[in-house]
């Protein structure tokens, strides 16, 4: 199996194109998706108010100008930041995987990055595995090893980010199994070994971005250390 | 994906005095989704219903006159990517076995599958494509507002795709500048150097977005942007909805 994976290109794996997944997957993952993006908009919109629409709008931009840059990956190749992890650490679970989402849907309308139909499939896996379950996993191990202490947080998101690629990319190799396209091991195999190196280099990206973060603006975060709620008025540009 | 960022200022030099073109926004989406839904929800092995829809997008590219070479280019760039996952839809048990080399083999089922997906996938571009060369970005926005998607979703849509190209000029000068000081030499430190590069910028996108907050309500603005009229549609919309959906039912009928 280890020439068929090879074969794989780790950029593009998780962005299912049209036509490789079946009826019931899509439908299926489409109802999550909906039911993802219809509860976020409304938390969103609760929070932040009318600053909704410039904050959100800016913050997906933000993501999908950070996928576009290419990092040397540990083991020789390439790759880029999915983010998810990053979006649910610095704006919150339902602002992160709407932004999320807001960044699949417009890679797919404006620059067919991945299909139309499958679109429900890909928001599923990397907006509500990779961002949700990545700040829930990110939120408890934060908890567990200290809540305003810089270990605790790029602990927490290096496990969580490589997690969050990892388990990602699982599920949408059994999607695309389920749906008859490719075998079940042939997918899982290929996935998984592409996979276990842009985690890596995922949660090394996202450790460095939040280590610079914490250091400057530590009160960005969601939920912010203790002792950034005290000086929060310095400016870091005045751009 | 560089490549796709140019070709998405390509829609303004559109024609706009074809049927295609005369058609609102709306029905344009509309038919677009009608039809790559129908051709990716199509069962494997059906080549006849494939063939009938590939002449319909066939009229569609004569009736656009979308520019050919743009769309083939786009087209080609994005199935190089799609190939490559395809590769791995060769390989599967079932059918008979049409070749047989150690413990690879080729079967019959194996090949169904591969040009069954590689020509739903080729025909969905074709079709998206068409769409997104003739159809301006905000006209689109617009359309899907009026196809009831929710209004606070389409403004953050439309803000975003206002910030995509100034974010991403920002990155490109940050990283010039970290590759003019000659941070970016080594595999270990260019990592860092990312890492903080995308730290900055969360930093500035957020307040960024503050500011154009700030600069929006100076402009009297109070929850959500303000929608420009509905477009009323004509009977040349309503013609071209019914023709699609006559063609999506003629397909599916062959193999009833």
């Known amino acids: 199996m280890f020439a068929i994976s090879s074969l794989f290109q780790p950029q593009l794996a998780l962005h299912i194109p049209d036509g490789f997944l079946s009826l019931p997957v899509i439908l299926v993952t489409w109802i999550l998706a909906i039911a993802l993006i219809g509860i976020s908009l409304q938390r969103v919109q609760a929070t932040y108010q009318e600053r909704a629409v410039p904050l959100m709008g800016v913050c997906a931009a933000f993501i999908f100008a950070a996928q576009m840059i290419n990092f040397p990956i540990p083991g020789g190749t390439s790759g880029h930041l999915l983010g998810g992890t990053l979006a649910g650490a610095l704006l919150g679970p339902w602002a992160g995987s709407l932004v999320m989402a807001v960044v699949f849907v417009v890679q797919t309308l404006l620059f067919q990055d991945g299909g139309l139909t499958v679109l429900g499939a890909n928001i599923v896996n990397m907006g509500l595995i990779g961002t949700f379950g990545g700040y829930y996993l990110y939120k408890v191990i934060r908890s567990v090893l200290g809540q305003d202490s810089l270990r605790g947080v790029l602990v927490g998101a290096a496990i969580a980010a490589w997690m969050s690629v990892f388990v990602s990319a699982i599920v949408c190799a059994i999607q695309l199994a389920i749906s008859g396209t490719v075998p079940l091991a042939v997918a899982i195999s290929a996935m998984a070994f592409w996979h276990f190196m842009i985690g890596i280099g995922e949660a090394i990206i996202t450790v460095a971005a939040l280590s610079y973060i914490w250091r400057t603006r530590p009160d960005m975060f969601h939920r912010p250390p203790r002792h950034a709620i005290a000086d929060k008025s310095r400016s870091y540009s005045a751009r | ?256």
């Open chain 2, 1 to 256: 994906m560089l490549l796709h960022l140019g070709a998405a200022h390509l829609a303004t030099e559109r024609q706009t005095n074809t049927v295609w073109a005369r058609l609102t926004a709306r029905s344009r989406l509309l038919c677009v989704l009608l039809l790559v839904f129908a051709i990716a929800l199509t069962p494997n092995g059906r080549w006849w219903t494939w063939a009938t829809y590939g002449g319909a997008i066939a009229l569609l590219i004569l009736v656009s006159r979308v520019p050919c070479l743009p769309l083939l280019k786009r087209v080609a760039v994005e199935l190089i990517f799609v190939g490559v996952v395809l590769i791995g839809t060769l390989f599967r048990q079932g059918g008979d076995v049409l070749f047989h080399w150690g413990w690879i083999q080729i079967t019959t089922e194996g090949v169904t599958v591969l040009g069954s997906v590689t020509l739903k996938a080729f025909l969905s571009l074709l079709t998206v494509n068409i769409l997104i060369l003739t159809t301006p970005i905000t006209a689109l926005l617009h359309a899907l507002a009026e196809l009831k998607t929710p209004p606070l979703l389409v403004a953050i849509f439309s803000s975003m795709y206002r910030y995509i190209y100034v974010l991403i000029d920002e990155f490109n000068s940050m990283q010039r500048a970290a590759r003019s000081r000659n941070l970016m030499s080594d595999p270990r430190r260019q990592r860092t150097v990312i890492g903080n590069m995308i730290g900055s910028l969360f930093i500035r996108t957020y307040e960024r977005g503050d500011r154009v907050h700030q600069a929006m309500l100076a402009r009297g603005y109070s929850g959500l942007p303000p929608l420009a009229d509905l477009t009323k549609s004509s009977s040349l919309d309503v013609a071209a909805l019914t023709f699609t959906a006559v063609i999506l039912l003629i397909g599916q009928a062959i193999y009833l």
